[in-house]
């Protein structure tokens, strides 16, 4: 099947209010460019300067989403154009982008990267430091960012019940931190591999490369 045809049928079959994001690492341009001119507008990246370079090369209506680990010293180079930081991991790292979008004067959506998987080499906060840091009062100056939900990622395995254990582990915090937090409208969880089961388990955004691109 072609990248349009792949990504139309995965387009139809999802929710109205779930938002895909074509997770495009290490796909040429000419293949983006098919699933933009399917109608995608949502790509998401794990690495800045591969990020910027598909963005200064491509339709400006495009929203990016960085989707990967954070380098701070590779904020500066997101900041004006990114719409989306998936994987804000440490309060550093909320600093440096609030820093770089005072500069800009822009202002900057991130969600905090909650680690639910059994495997020791996924970032992110566990509960109880989300909850530390959005209390904070390091955080409750920050002018220039806006952390607008969650994401997490599940173990790598075919363990349908211990995916289905850890999504519902990050829904379960969602709904406890978005009443104290009304700009909390996305939870990010989800690929190409388990994002039915996320949907089911209550995901807003999903993040699918293979089942679009194919595999790298």
Same mark, same amino acid.
């Given at each position: ?8 049928? /995965?387009? =139809? ?18 293949? !983006? ?23 200064? #090369? ?6 990016? %989403?960085?989707?990967?680990?954070? =380098?701070?010293?590779?904020?500066? $180079? ?15 790292? !909320?600093?440096?982008?609030? +820093? %770089? #979008? ?5 202002? /900057?959506?991130? !969600?905090? =990267? ?24 390091? $955080? ?15 173990? $790598? ?7 289905? +254990? ?7 915090? $969602? ?22 089961? #996320? ?7 999903? +993040? ?9």
């Amino acid at each position: 099947m072609s990248i349009a045809s792949q990504l139309h049928t /995965i387009q =139809q079959s999802l929710p109205s209010e779930v938002t895909l994001v074509a997770v495009s690492k290490t796909k040429p341009i000419p293949d !983006l460019m098919e699933a933009y001119a399917t109608g995608q507008r949502v790509f998401g990246e794990n690495k800045i300067q591969e990020m910027t370079e598909k963005w200064q #090369a491509m339709p400006k209506d495009i929203e990016w %989403h960085m989707i990967g680990h954070v =380098q701070t010293n590779k904020v500066k $180079y997101m900041v004006p154009y990114v719409k989306l930081i998936h994987g804000v991991d440490s309060l550093k790292l !909320l600093l440096e982008i609030n +820093r %770089h #979008a005072v500069r800009w004067r822009k202002h /900057i959506s991130c !969600l905090l =990267q909650v680690h639910i998987a059994e495997e020791d080499t996924k970032f992110g906060f566990d509960a109880a430091e989300v909850s530390a840091l959005l209390q904070s009062e390091e $955080y409750k100056v920050l002018t220039n960012v806006h952390v607008i939900g969650l994401m997490g990622m599940a173990s $790598y395995t075919d363990q349908q019940d211990q995916i289905k +254990r850890e999504f519902d582990q990050l829904k379960s915090l $969602y709904d406890t931190l978005a009443p104290q937090y009304p700009q909390f409208t996305t939870l990010s969880m989800g690929m190409s591999g388990d994002y039915a089961l #996320a949907i089911a388990c209550g995901s807003t955004m999903v +993040r699918i490369g293979s089942s679009i691109f194919g595999t790298r």
